[in-house]
């Protein structure tokens, strides 16, 4: 199975400032038919996951600008441009590359 | 309005069974690929399974062999049924309908806690 590793694990920020997480796959991610199938979700307290991101880069409808995701092959990254106190939450990267899909630890987002 | 409602939860004593039901509504079941995830308390997102439009089924290394995912179109219904529960099968059970064509679980139900202890 493929293991993804986020960093930090928390991450505390002041609003309005920027905040990265990063996500380092095993293995590859890039599928067969060429695409990566990395995407990144976010938690709320008390809520279940929403997606934010999938493959790599691409803003679900709805998400806020400030959220970027970027990366290739094994190493991604998840960027929000300046920190809203609604951002608050857990962020996990998830691969749906293989058929035995798996999340990232998660990262907590906490404002300073 | 995509809505997916999950039932079926609750206590069971290890070694038991209990089977989880995912009530969808709208969009096309039939049409979307669909996802257990679970979520023991305190911690993070664990994969279960997932199964495809055409009924190909996927399981984590730690259910395969106790729990079966299937889907019934005609009832717009996802299952989960899990047998020979262990204490570490304690969780929410959230499930997932993937963006078609993306391979990304884009609308999630609200979950339903599963208790396994005696």
């Known amino acids: 199975d493929i293991v993804m590793t986020q960093t930090p694990l928390s991450s505390p920020v002041t609003l309005g400032q920027p905040a990265s997480i990063s996500c380092r796959s095993t293995q590859s991610l890039v599928h067969s038919d060429g695409n990566t199938y990395l995407s990144w979700l976010q938690q709320r307290p008390g809520q279940p996951p929403r997606l934010l991101i999938y493959?790599?880069?691409n803003r679900f409808p709805g998400v806020p600008d400030r959220f970027s995701g970027s990366g290739a092959g094994t190493d991604f990254t998840l960027k929000i441009s300046r920190v809203e106190a609604e951002d608050v939450g857990v962020y996990y990267c998830m691969q749906t590359a293989l058929t035995t899909r798996t999340f990232g630890q998660g990262t907590k987002l906490e404002i300073k | 309005e995509v809505q997916l409602l999950e039932s079926g939860g609750g206590l069971v004593q290890p070694g038991g069974s209990l089977r989880l039901s995912c009530a969808a509504s709208g969009f096309t079941f039939s049409n979307y690929v669909m996802n257990w995830v679970r979520q023991a308390p305190g911690k993070g997102l664990e994969w279960v399974s997932t199964?495809?439009?055409?009924?190909?089924?996927y399981y984590a290394d730690s259910v395969k062999g106790r729990f079966t995912i299937s889907r019934d179109n005609s009832k717009n219904t996802l299952y989960l049924q899990m047998n020979s529960l262990r204490a570490e099968d304690t969780a929410v059970y959230y499930c997932?309908?993937?963006?078609?064509?993306?391979?990304?679980?884009?609308?999630w139900g609200q979950g339903t806690l599963v208790t396994v202890s005696s």
């Open positions: 997932a309908k993937d963006v078609v064509g993306v391979l990304a679980p884009d609308y």
């Open positions: 493959q790599i880069s």
């Open positions: 199964i495809g439009t055409a009924g190909s089924t």
